[in-house]
Antibody
Framework: EVQLLQSGAEVKKPGESLKISCKGS????????ITWVRQMPGKGLECMGI????????RYSPSFQGQVTISADKSISTAFLQWGSLKASDTAIYYC???????????????WGQGTLVTVSS | EIVLTQSPGTLSLSPGERATLSCRAS???????LAWYQQKPGQAPRLLMY???SRATGIPDRFSGSGSGTDFTLTINRLEPEDFAMYYC?????????FGGGTKVEIK
């Protein structure tokens, strides 16, 4: 069974750094792109960027370029999303999701993590 | 990037009725690379449809999708109580993938 297990909720202050994780299991983690998705409180879904764990090829959506860093460690089947300096506007639920088609950058997502709630407040 | 506009924002219906959700793209979605997701409060989105009209594994046949180019539709026949939720369309035909703003299907 394909599973994506995300790290737990975080409460941070503005200006702090943060790295959240998404661990895949039940499939060949290296061979499927992972998408990170933001959902701000009461709002819709936004694609932040994608990463191919096999070689760490990463693509960012224009709105998120320079705002976050996406990375992966294939040795532990885990993808990461990190911030260098958090803002209150980063408060959201962040989901990782697996692309359904092996090796395809352009694909729908068929498995989602449970989400990580990040709260940034002074 | 392709902008997806979903309508209506909210659909108020009774169990047993049919729901028709629209997703319009700002430019043509290549190869009908359009997916639909359902999201319930406190849960991650769940894939319903892909390729505009193919049901994902385990999705009941009361859900159907249609459309091409810039206009797509998700139809839910005979609404069940568990179908009341948010629905999002997503295009994956061009980078970056983008989502629509969502349609809430609520109990009337």
């Amino acid at each position: 069974e394909v599973q994506l297990l995300q790290s737990g909720a975080e409460v941070k202050k503005p200006g702090e750094s943060l790295k959240i994780s998404c661990k895949g299991s039940g499939y060949s983690f290296n061979s499927y792109w992972i998408t990170w998705v933001r959902q701000m409180p009461g709002k819709g879904l936004e694609c932040m960027g994608i990463i191919y764990p096999g070689d760490s090829d990463t693509r960012y959506s224009p709105s998120f370029q320079g705002q976050v860093t996406i990375s992966a460690d294939k040795s532990i089947s885990t993808a990461f999303l990190q911030w260098g300096s958090l803002k209150a506007s980063d408060t959201a639920i962040y989901y990782c999701a697996r692309h359904a088609r092996m090796g395809a950058t352009l694909s729908y997502t068929d498995s989602w993590g449970q989400g990580t709630l990040v709260t940034v407040s002074s | 990037e392709i902008v997806l506009t979903q309508s209506p924002g909210t659909l108020s219906l009774s169990p047993g009725e049919r729901a028709t959700l629209s997703c319009r793209a700002s430019q043509s979605v290549s190869s009908s690379h359009l997916a639909w997701y359902q999201q319930k409060p406190g849960q991650a989105p769940r894939l319903l449809m892909y390729g505009a009209s193919s049901r994902a594994t385990g999705i009941p046949d009361r859900f159907s999708g249609s459309g091409s180019g810039t206009d797509f539709t998700l139809t839910i026949n005979r609404l069940e109580p568990e179908d009341f939720a948010m629905y999002y369309c997503q295009q994956y035909g061009s980078s970056p993938n983008t989502f629509g703003g969502g349609t809430k299907v609520e109990i009337k």
